[in-house]
């Protein structure tokens, strides 16, 4: 069973930046960035496979935040920059160990979850 370990989410002021970790284990297609705030579905950020690196990113954050990925670590990284308050939310990882044809962007892709970490931009 593929385990996935979120962290490096806190506090930023609009404007800043923050970089989120998540380290993994197992066979893997791909991995990617969800994130949800309450009362709201949740919302795909961005996703990346694991063998070719090609990314995905949700048009919300184009040009601001950057997907990638260490194989050797199992760690995939999201890169966050010009945050903000928007960005607000908790921010899950999650892995497609199965490589179902489903488009990325959907959460049913993805077959092992973290826990999430809480990411806060203040204005």
């Known amino acids: 069973q593929v385990h996935v370990v979120e962290s490096g989410g806190g506090l930023v002021q609009a404007g800043g930046s923050l970089r989120l970790s998540c380290a993994a284990s197992?066979?893997?297609?791909?991995m990617a960035w969800f994130r949800q705030v309450p009362g709201k579905e949740r919302e795909f950020v961005a996703t990346?496979?694991?063998?070719?690196?090609?990314?995905h990113y949700a048009d919300a954050v184009k040009g601001r935040f950057t997907i990638s990925r260490d194989n050797a670590e199992y760690t995939v990284y999201l890169q966050m920059n010009s945050l903000k308050p928007e960005d607000t939310a908790v921010y899950y990882c999650?892995?497609?160990?199965?490589?179902?044809?489903?488009?990325?962007?959907?959460?049913?892709?993805?077959?092992?979850w973290g826990l999430g970490t809480q990411v806060t931009v203040s204005s």
């Open positions: 990346i496979g694991w063998s070719g690196g090609i990314t």
């Open positions: 197992g066979r893997i297609y791909y």
């Open positions: 999650a892995a497609d160990t199965v490589g179902r044809p489903i488009p990325v962007s959907m959460p049913r892709k993805y077959d092992a």
